[in-house]
């Protein structure tokens, strides 16, 4: 009897159980990738996803090919679509991976196929481990990270992942397929997309040169590093893991058998892929994670909002070189540095004292790695409004911050090129730098490079008041 694997956001043949235990049932298979609509994601996938979905699906249905298989690719209402293939191939199972931003909407997907007689098996290959099995005493998620780390490490290695099948039985009926060109994920012209393929190949090959390079180049430095954005430290795995071409346990076993002297940084580069684990632990505990405050005490926070200062935020024209260097990255690669996502969204929030929410969607909108999870969780973090809330004194000044992560310019100097001969001493903060320093280096502040749009210093008091009077409403 044949049966359905449904890829969602687990893109790969790699280590997928699903995959391995449909094929296990000895019968064909038939892979599928559901267009569903929109309202029915979480979310609608942003637009530098919708690129990395082409090419991830391209790269999926070659994989399958070489493996005497194909991918079957159907737009619709996931229930139907599936009841419909089930009928036409006389499948009786659909194999999935779970996808715990999805929960809900998979929970009423198998109640349909079940009145319809077909089975929905679901798989744990997403996470490094489940997220009932990391849990407090009392059952629920952990709030905060270290014990939630604590408590991963206790649960032991995560499961040992499975290779890739060789050969996938097909079912020689032929059922309708989609073309991909059809959906329309390309940017049209202007292609801002251009820039992506520099730095990234979607698919599974392109996951495994990241995870081979970062292993014998990267992961010696991984934690001293991995701080500093004008160096190329971290894996750069995330997109992959986003749209699961590569599994989170194949990553952790792959730090395995490093030398001693590494040991620092693989454990290091562990707990951060634990983050991604403890961010979807939050989702699952509160799915309303990138709509709703975790602490509601924000619920009557007075955001402001000015559209010209969130648009020069989204242009990296703030004035301030290390937050426009990040949001000019982002636009130019769908990716920024971790030190620099912070400093960037605590500019959003505590300087121009904007709703976290705003900077969570551009970021969903233009991240190739955009994740349901990750992203909610880091903006709510950094917003303070969190599980596990900053204090919310913590106000990065984007020149210090400049100046300790980016010491000599250089990541300002590659992604805002006007401020390219400036001074490394002014590097950070343009606007303080003597005329003669500005007019050796070519720049007139307000024309070439703007002007700080606000002033750092009464930014911070603000902010500092608005948090205040939210905790002390008296
Ligand atoms: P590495 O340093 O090589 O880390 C390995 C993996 O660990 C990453 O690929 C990622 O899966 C996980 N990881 C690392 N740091 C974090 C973290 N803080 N939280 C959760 N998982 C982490 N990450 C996303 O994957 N998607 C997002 O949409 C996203 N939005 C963010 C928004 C903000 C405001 C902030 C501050 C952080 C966000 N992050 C997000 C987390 C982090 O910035 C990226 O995961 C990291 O920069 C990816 O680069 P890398 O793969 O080279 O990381």
């Known amino acids: 009897v044949p049966s359905i694997v449904w890829f969602r956001r687990d893109l790969r043949l790699d280590d997928n159980p699903a995959l391995h235990a449909a094929m296990e049932t000895g019968g064909p298979v038939i892979p599928v990738y559901i267009r569903e609509p929109q309202h029915l994601n979480v979310g609608p996938l942003g637009a530098a996803q919708r690129w990395w979905l082409h090419h991830s699906l391209t790269a999926l249905a070659k994989s399958l090919k070489s493996a005497g298989s194909g991918l079957t690719l159907i737009s619709g209402k996931a229930e139907d679509v599936l009841v419909d293939l089930a009928r036409q191939t006389g499948v009786r199972m659909v194999f999935v991976n779970r996808a715990y931003e999805r929960h809900q909407v998979d929970r009423g997907i198998a109640l349909e196929l079940k009145k319809r007689d077909i089975a929905v098996r679901a798989f744990h290959g997403q996470l490094l481990q489940e997220p009932h099995a990391i849990r407090t005493g009392a059952g629920r998620a952990f709030r905060v990270f270290t014990p939630f780390w604590n408590a991963l490490q206790k649960a032991g290695e995560p499961r040992e992942p499975i290779g890739p099948p060789l050969k996938i039985p097909s079912q020689d009926h032929h059922h309708r397929s989609e073309r991909l060109d059809s959906w329309g994920l390309l940017p049209k012209k202007p292609d801002w997309a251009a820039g992506f393929p520099a730095i990234w190949t979607p698919g599974e090959d392109g996951a495994r040169e990241k995870l081979a390079d970062f292993i014998d180049r990267k992961l010696q430095d991984y934690k001293h590093g991995r701080d500093l954005p ?64 975790w602490d509601n005490t924000f619920d009557t926070f007075q955001w402001g909002y000015d559209a010209k200062e969130f648009r020069a935020w989204t242009k990296g024209l703030t004035g301030y070189p290390i937050v426009d260097a990040g949001m000019r990255q982002l636009w130019r690669y769908g990716f920024m540095h971790n030190r620099v996502r912070m400093i960037t969204a605590s500019f959003l929030i505590k300087d121009l004292m904007i709703d976290w929410r705003k900077g969570e969607k551009w970021f969903r909108d233009t991240l190739v790695d955009a994740d349901p999870a990750n992203n909610a969780a880091n903006w709510q973090w950094v917003a303070g409004s969190g599980a596990d809330a900053s204090p919310f004194f913590r106000i990065f000044n984007p020149v210090l911050q400049g100046e300790k992560f980016d010491p000599e310019g250089d990541y300002v100097r590659e992604h805002v090129p006007e401020l390219g001969n400036l001074d490394r001493k002014y590097i950070h903060k343009p606007f303080d730098a003597p005329k003669n320093v500005l007019d050796k280096a070519g720049i007139e502040l307000g024309r070439a490079y703007p002007r700080p749009i606000v002033d750092h210093g009464l930014a911070r008091d603000r902010a500092l008041a608005a948090y205040r009077a939210r905790t002390n409403p008296s």
Request: net charge negative; with cysteine.
């Open 230 to 293: 004008s160096v190329q430290a971290t894996s750069l795995l995330s997109p992959h893991l986003t749209h699961g071409e590569i599994s989170p346990a194949r990553i952790w076993h792959a730090t395995r058998g490093m030398p001693k002297t590494a040991s620092e940084n693989v454990v290091h580069f562990r707990r951060e892929l634990a983050w991604r684990d403890f961010c979807y632990s939050l989702l699952i505990e509160f799915p309303e994670l990138d709509e709703k405050n």
